[in-house]
């Protein structure tokens, strides 16, 4: 069987909306580069390994086009940030112009100009260098409309103020808040999705650092410690209680119980002995084993798993495949539009210049930027990030979409819709034994374990904590646990030990002789209702 090639991933900056994303690439589409994946939320750019080029050469095409090789470097306030922090001192002036009498100095044409000038810079800037170089990639994207549309009013509002000098009729033409209040919106919402996304992705980080442990290795009788990255197929790894597992493996030697619960959901910790596979990134709550690793690296589950919730994010659903369509023609018919509503008003309708510009400058100024291009991806990004920092895995925006028609779900009961806190619903003791000493016993023999189900029965019957002399006690994991009191050897353990179909949680044995029965029921977490009956709505 033929195996597929790795995929290699770059960070890229830069990126604003879903045609930035589409420029790059059909760029490297271009360049013989396979199975590429750009997400303009992340700003990750993923491909197949199997191209006769090298990382740098492919880090070299991306530059080529305007756009910068993410350092990963972690810096307290960002480029964005900064721009419209600058930006936003020097947009509300211009906004409070508005609410001000005629001759409030707020007017001055000229001050309007000064205080609109380094807001258009940071646009040209931030925009500008973006705008140009998607139309040398020959796919028009957000930031073009951005830039054409305040520079549209900005430009408009200059020629308005050099034609009718400080008269009445110039503040008619000047809409020099129009063009700062554009870019710094879209500052705002090119930041608030950047701190979306970093707190999106941070559910990823959270699942990497799972497996980034460190644990013993037995090489020749003698321990050393290891990091996850140095574990090796078949190293044998020495993992004790509390201990994290580090990889994927089997058990050799020794017996445990594990929490599986990020996993499975399931919050009673699983009995695991010699041959049963142990999954990395979940924790041994009690016992010491040895392990031999089975998959290492990417091939253990974990790391699947972070692959699935990073390709998950790229997973388009329809209606995202549809908004991209969409905004790929969007830029250039809104220019068109915006072209032909100058020359209809102006030639057509005979409407003066000025008026006829003015409206073609508004077609411009309210189609930036296409909510539908921006929303959508990052909704979906944002949606699948926080679900897997909840424990829900979804496999992409297509799965996303295929919920709203789900008719079934089914619940893993314990520890799922429950808390996974037992007690005791009902007891039966034969009659002719003491309930007061037989509760005794089972206290008494529990306490040597540490099964949630064990602690469980230790809470309900602390009052019957009378100490006996228990001698051998010895614990069959997931089954049963037996001692010897006073010549007599007892067992408590699921119906496993009786081969009769007693509906029964638990028995207690005297000498193989059934002496009680144990129901047990789990406690429903409080906010289950409220789920359920979500659900039915």
Same mark, same amino acid.
């Given at each position: #069987?033929?195996?597929s090639?790795?995929?290699?991933?770059?960070?890229?900056?830069?990126?604003?909306?879903v045609n930035?994303?589409?420029?790059?690439?059909?760029?490297?589409?271009?360049n013989r580069?396979?199975?590429?994946s750009?997400n303009?939320?992340?700003?990750?750019?993923?491909?197949?390994?199997?191209?006769?080029?090298s990382?740098?050469e492919?880090?070299k095409?991306?530059? *080529?086009?305007?756009y910068?090789?993410?350092?990963r470097?972690k810096?307290?306030? !960002?480029?964005v940030?900064?721009?419209?922090y600058?930006?936003?001192?020097?947009?509300?002036?211009? %906004?409070?112009? #508005?609410?001000? /009498?005629?001759?409030?100095f707020?007017?001055?044409?000229?001050?309007?100009f000064?205080?609109?000038?380094?807001?258009?810079?940071?646009?040209?800037?931030?925009?500008?260098? *973006?705008?140009?170089? *998607?139309?040398?990639?020959r796919?028009?994207?957000?930031?073009?409309?951005?830039?054409?549309?305040?520079?549209?009013?900005?430009?408009?509002?200059?020629?308005?103020?050099?034609?009718?000098?400080?008269?009445?009729?110039?503040h008619k033409? %000047?809409?020099?808040?129009t063009?700062?209040?554009i870019?710094?919106?879209?500052l705002?919402?090119?930041?608030?999705?950047?701190?979306?996304?970093k707190?999106?992705?941070?559910?990823?980080?959270d699942?990497?650092?799972?497996?980034?442990?460190? $644990?013993?290795?037995e090489?020749?009788?003698?321990?050393?410690?290891?990091?996850?990255?140095?574990?090796?197929?078949?190293?044998?790894?020495?993992?004790?209680?509390?201990?994290?597992?580090?990889?994927?493996?089997?058990?050799i030697?020794g017996?445990?119980?594990?929490?599986?619960? #990020?996993?499975?959901?399931?919050?009673?910790?699983?009995?695991?002995?010699?041959?049963?596979? &142990?999954?990395? /990134?979940?924790?041994?709550?009690?016992?010491?084993?040895?392990?031999?690793?089975?998959k290492?690296?990417?091939?253990?589950?974990?790391? @699947?798993?972070? =692959?699935?919730?990073?390709?998950s994010?790229?997973?388009? +659903?329809?209606?995202q495949?549809?908004?991209?369509?969409?905004?790929e023609?969007?830029v +250039?018919?809104?220019?068109?539009?915006?072209?032909?509503?100058?020359?209809?008003?102006f030639?057509?309708?005979?409407i003066?210049?000025? =008026?006829?510009? &003015?409206?073609s400058i508004?077609? %411009?100024?309210?189609?930036?930027?296409?909510?539908?291009?921006?929303?959508?991806? !990052?909704?979906?990004?944002?949606?699948?990030?926080?679900?897997?920092?909840?424990?829900?895995?979804?496999?992409?925006?297509?799965?996303?979409?295929?919920l709203?028609?789900?008719?079934?779900?089914?619940?893993?009961?314990? /520890?799922?819709?429950?808390?996974?806190?037992? @007690?005791?619903?009902?007891?039966?003791?034969?009659?002719?034994?003491?309930e007061?000493?037989?509760?005794?016993?089972?206290?008494?023999? =529990?306490?040597? *374990?540490?099964?949630?189900?064990?602690?469980? &029965?230790?809470r309900?019957?602390?009052?019957?904590d =009378?100490?006996?002399?228990?001698?051998?006690?010895?614990?069959?994991?997931?089954?049963?646990?037996?001692?010897?009191?006073?010549?007599?050897?007892y $067992?408590?353990?699921?119906?496993?030990?009786?081969?009769?179909?007693?509906e029964?949680?638990?028995?207690?044995?005297?000498?193989?002789?059934?002496?009680?029965?144990?129901?047990?029921?789990?406690?429903?977490?409080?906010?289950?209702?409220?789920?359920?009956?979500?659900?039915?709505?």
């Open positions: #069987m033929k195996k090639p790795s995929r290699i991933s770059i960070k890229v900056n830069g990126m604003t909306c930035c994303a589409k420029g790059i690439e059909k760029k490297l589409q271009a580069l396979t199975n590429v750009v303009f939320s992340t700003g990750e750019v993923i491909y197949d390994s199997n191209t006769n080029k990382l740098e492919v880090q095409i991306i530059t *080529s086009i305007g910068t090789i993410d350092s470097k810096l307290l306030i !960002t480029k940030e900064i721009y419209f600058i930006s936003l001192i020097f947009t509300l002036p211009l %906004l409070l112009h #508005m609410f001000v /009498g005629e001759y409030h707020l007017r001055d044409p000229i001050l309007q000064f205080l609109c000038l380094p807001v258009y810079c940071i646009g040209v800037l931030y925009f500008g260098k *973006s705008a140009f170089n *998607s139309l040398s990639s796919i028009a994207n957000m930031d073009l409309l951005i830039f054409i549309g305040s520079s549209a009013a900005y430009f408009y509002s200059i020629y308005g103020w050099i034609l009718y000098k400080n008269s009445h009729i110039a033409y %000047l809409f020099f808040e063009s700062a209040t870019i710094t919106l879209v705002l919402g090119n930041l608030l999705e950047k701190k979306a996304v707190k999106t992705t941070s559910s990823i980080n699942l990497s650092k799972r497996q980034n442990v460190k $644990t013993k290795k090489i020749n009788g003698k321990l050393i410690e290891i990091s996850f990255k140095e574990i090796k197929k078949d190293d044998i790894l020495i993992i004790n209680s509390g201990d994290k597992i580090p990889t994927d493996g089997i058990i030697s017996k445990c119980f594990v929490d599986e619960s #990020m996993f499975t959901g399931e919050s009673i910790p699983n009995s695991k002995a010699i041959n049963d596979t &142990l999954i990395g /990134g979940t924790i041994i709550v009690e016992g010491s084993i040895k392990l031999k690793a089975t290492t690296g990417k091939d253990t589950l974990l790391s @699947k798993i972070i =692959e699935l919730v990073k390709d994010q790229n997973n388009k +659903p329809k209606i495949k549809l908004g991209d369509k969409i905004s023609y969007f +250039p018919s809104v220019i068109l539009i915006a072209i032909l509503t100058f020359i209809f008003t030639y057509y309708f005979k003066p210049f000025e =008026e006829s510009l &003015l409206r508004a077609v %411009l100024v309210i189609s930036c930027p296409c909510a539908m291009g921006l929303a959508t991806p !990052t909704a979906v990004m944002v949606g699948v990030g926080l679900a897997a920092k909840k424990g829900i895995l979804i496999k992409g925006g297509r799965t996303l979409e295929k709203a028609s789900v008719k079934h779900l089914v619940f893993d009961k314990t /520890g799922t819709l429950t808390t996974g806190e037992f @007690k005791i619903s009902k007891i039966e003791i034969k009659e002719n034994h003491d007061k000493v037989v509760k005794n016993i089972i206290y008494n023999i =529990e306490k040597f *374990s540490s099964h949630p189900i064990a602690k469980s &029965l230790c309900e019957l602390k009052n019957f =009378e100490d006996l002399k228990v001698k051998e006690v010895q614990e069959n994991k997931g089954v049963s646990i037996s001692a010897k009191i006073d010549n007599d050897i $067992t408590i353990g699921s119906k496993k030990l009786n081969k009769s179909k007693i029964y949680d638990l028995l207690v044995l005297k000498n193989n002789q059934l002496i009680a029965k144990i129901n047990i029921t789990d406690k429903i977490k409080e906010d289950t209702k409220f789920i359920l009956k979500k659900l039915e709505n």
